[in-house]
């Protein structure tokens, strides 16, 4: 909770850090911080990867499918900023829950 309220507060801080995004082939083999990886090819994206926001290093796969679930949209605004939708809400490990709303983490 502490470091949630501390995330929070860092973010209020860093009004620029927002999340980039970025289409590649396929899982990079280090993730970088504060970025999202659109897994995919030929116009077929069906995964996202990023670190987990909390700072615990945790990867997280997001997944594009939607025959597959739970399943997520991402959408990139005309500002180059990305949203992804509905939350992420990881259930073991840190327990985050979080939406990524145009490039910024806002947290539950
Ligand atoms: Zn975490």
């Given at each position: 909770m502490l470091k949630r309220l501390f995330n929070w507060l860092l973010g209020l801080i860093k009004h620029d850090d927002l999340y980039k995004y970025k289409f590649v082939d396929d899982v990079p083999e280090s993730i970088s911080s504060g970025k999202i990886y659109i897994v995919g090819n030929k116009g077929y994206h069906w995964q996202g990867v990023?670190?987990?926001?909390?700072?615990?290093?945790?990867?997280?796969?997001?997944?594009?499918?939607?025959?597959?679930?739970?399943?997520?949209?991402?959408?990139?605004?005309?500002?180059?900023?990305?949203?992804?939708?509905?939350?992420?809400?990881?259930?073991?490990?840190?327990?985050s829950h979080f939406f990524v709303k145009k490039g910024k983490v806002v947290w539950v």
């Open positions: 990023m670190l987990c926001p909390c700072g615990c290093k945790e990867h997280l796969y997001i997944n594009f499918i939607e025959e597959q679930h739970p399943c997520w949209t991402y959408k990139i605004g005309g500002e180059k900023k990305i949203t992804l939708h509905p939350s992420l809400w990881r259930k073991t490990g840190c327990k």
